[in-house]
């Protein structure tokens, strides 16, 4: 994966679920190669530690 970009985005649980904050998270994106072909991807990290979440 080659990353061509990083930023901060902020996670929301489906509407079904509970959440009590909006959470923190990086979004590291790019593009990832394989069988010849290149493809876009999105990986994401939680922002904060997760006995904080």
Do not use: C, D, H
Not at 19 to 29: A, K, L, M, N
């Amino acid at each position: 994966m080659t990353i061509t970009n990083i930023s901060l985005a902020y996670w929301i649980e489906p509407l079904a679920s509970s959440q009590e904050y909006v959470y923190p998270v990086y979004v590291f994106s790019g593009t990832a190669e394989g069988k010849g072909e290149s493809y876009p991807v999105s990986r994401y990290l939680w922002a904060i530690p997760s006995a904080k979440r």
